[in-house]
């Protein structure tokens, strides 16, 4: 008889473990608390506004994004059925990425004809990346020079001194001129790479990826799907794991996990005390520390971690602009350095397979400008008060005027035909409420989060916050966690079935990088600095700092900071030079 495996939370972990289970025999049941599946990434469909036999207009949390590194979500995708293929063939990919300043909106084409296997390389990049914005040579050398050394330090070196410290601190972000740190801060369209809150290893990985990715011939680009995403991909994924006898409980909150000893022994959903042989949890940060006893902080050190993460979280709420007709922005993600609140948008009609107009609303509506809201705290000087005190109508506008300083003549208001804001807000007390807090990876988080095999006998954890390779709060992070979670059940049942897939990053940046990452375990080991900062192979520096204690500044220990592309080059040959090449 098949093992009973309760999933609790039907979000995007949710679903690959309950996937990957009902894959492999075992019987599986998902209880979520909502009425439909897939967590923050469902779409959230506006009540009342199709007409004609069209669908209601389509909103999101926030649009879809899925980076080249999404390898996890991406190969689920592919095993989920539709018609012509699979849900991975509904993705397209960006041929261009914008920056959409009050100066003028820049566009950078996505398919660069080039390849990495040198170490200046990446420099080149980080000069190309710019080039079109009038930041200095020496910021973009110095960025550079930081990204080098991160890009050629050991995974040892990463976690024991960079997740101490945040990105900003490591990549000193106080000592470029003002334009140059508005484009350091524009990963916060990410949420989880917020720079001065994000620990250097978690963003300096993310960094470098985007940048090996930006030059990689052959390189899958950046996608979005055809469609709203719960059409598209959420609702196929729901048919087709039913169609492997996977049920669906809705409209349930967990509110408490039965402990006994060192299992579960039961999980009570409303007022029902649910039972199975193992149990994944699904459930976002906020929702399990809610559930988490002082008895299951004490059985096991993971939750114990998992509490401490109470003030690791931040906003990140989408909205929507439906308008007449397509703005003719970028074909692809844009970012908006100069924006109070951290805004990126993507042009959502140019990538579907269905006019807009003919398919949802009442026929006006012929494109929609998707945006993610990522700084609820900074004040809005026309407003005079930050995102987390305004109205539900005064965010909207805020969130389209600073849309319009970046845009200029491409918006106008009368192509637009209505806003939707993110339903997971809410103004029950007059003030924003956010019910879908994000982590954004503070310094030293990662040593309280928890893997996805805890010590209690019979539970994993499977959700964004789970230590991965991904080591982001992202749709990415989640399915490898529940990949690893169910690799976990396989290996407590002592399974014969195959495991789940887990991918590593790829940071295959040439032999010459590889070599500097082996120097570098090394001079770790031996506790001695980076080769950058004692590029004559001479050690000292003193001890490197363990985790827990205050790092020093990321320029300490001497060293030599770059002024021009110049320098960069110099400070190859030198290391060239020790290594033998």
């Not at 000592?175 to 801060?185: A, G, L, N, V």
């Not at 928890?450 to 499977?462: H, L, Q, S, Y």
Request: charged letters at 25%; aromatic letters at 10%.
């Amino acid at each position: 008889m098949p093992k009973r495996i309760v999933v609790l939370g039907g979000g995007i972990g949710g679903m690959t473990a309950a996937h990957e289970l009902a894959s492999r025999g075992f019987e599986v049941d998902v209880y979520e608390e909502t009425s439909d599946v897939g967590g923050k990434a469902k779409s959230q469909f506006l009540e009342g506004t199709g007409t004609g036999g069209r669908e209601n207009l389509p909103g999101e949390h926030g649009f879809r994004f899925f980076p080249s590194f999404y390898r996890h979500v991406i190969d689920t995708m592919q095993r989920i059925p539709v018609e012509k293929g699979t849900v991975a063939d509904r993705l397209r990919e960006s041929q261009e990425m914008g920056m959409a300043e009050k100066s003028g909106i820049f566009v950078f084409d996505r398919h660069p004809p080039e390849d990495v296997g040198e170490f200046v390389k990446l420099t080149n990049t980080v000069d190309k990346f710019f080039t079109r914005t009038e930041v200095s040579e020496r910021d973009m050398a110095r960025f550079s020079y930081f990204m080098l050394r991160f890009l050629a330090s050991c995974d040892e070196r990463r976690e024991a001194d960079f997740e101490q410290v945040s990105f900003w601190d490591f990549v000193e972000g106080d000592s470029y001129e003002p334009k140059f740190q508005k484009y350091i801060k524009t990963p916060r369209f990410m949420v989880a790479m917020d720079p001065r809150h994000g620990s250097a290893r978690t963003i300096g990985t993310k960094a470098c990826q985007i940048l090996l990715d930006f030059v990689r011939n052959g390189t899958r680009t950046d996608a979005v799907l055809d469609g709203p995403t719960s059409e598209r991909w959420l609702r196929p994924w729901r048919t087709h794991l039913e169609s492997l006898g996977v049920r669906f409980h809705y409209g349930d909150a967990v509110t408490e996990l039965l402990l006994d000893g060192k299992r579960l022994k039961g999980a009570r959903i409303g007022t029902e005390v649910v039972t199975g042989d193992h149990y994944v949890l699904a459930l976002p940060l906020d929702r399990v520390q809610a559930v988490i006893s002082d008895a299951l902080a004490g059985a096991d050190p993971d939750f114990a971690g998992i509490r401490r993460l109470a003030n690791a979280t931040s906003w990140m709420c989408g909205a929507q602009f439906f308008l007449k007709t397509d703005p003719k922005i970028c074909h692809g993600h844009v970012a908006f350095p100069d924006s109070y609140w951290a805004l990126s948008s993507v042009s959502q009609g140019q990538f579907w397979s269905n006019e807009v107009a003919a398919r949802y609303g009442d026929g006006s509506v012929g494109d929609i400008l998707s945006v993610d809201i990522s700084d609820w705290d900074t004040v809005a000087p026309r407003l005079g008060k930050a995102a987390r005190d305004c109205t539900y109508d005064e965010i909207l506008e805020e969130v389209w005027m600073q849309l319009t300083d970046g845009l200029g003549s491409r918006l106008s208001r009368d192509n637009l035909v209505r806003a939707h804001l993110d339903y997971n807000v809410s103004f029950d007390t007059g003030r924003p409420i956010n019910r879908t807090p994000l982590l954004v990876h503070p310094p030293g988080s990662w040593w309280n989060r928890p893997g996805a095999v805890p010590d209690i006998e019979n539970v994993v954890i499977a959700s964004d916050y789970v230590k991965t390779n991904t080591d982001l709060a992202s749709m990415e992070g989640a399915n490898e966690a529940a990949r690893r979670a169910v690799n976990g059940i396989l290996a407590r049942e002592d399974s014969a079935a195959q495991p789940c897939d887990v991918y590593q990053m790829d940071e295959d940046a040439g032999p010459f990088m590889d070599a500097m990452k082996k120097l570098d375990r090394l001079r770790f080991l031996a506790q001695t600095p980076h080769v950058f900062l004692d590029p004559a192979g001479a050690g000292g520096g003193g001890p490197r700092p363990g985790p827990g204690s205050n790092p020093p500044p990321p320029s300490s220990g001497g060293g030599f900071f770059p002024e021009t592309f110049e320098d960069i080059k110099s400070i190859e040959r030198r290391v060239r030079g020790l290594l033998g090449f």
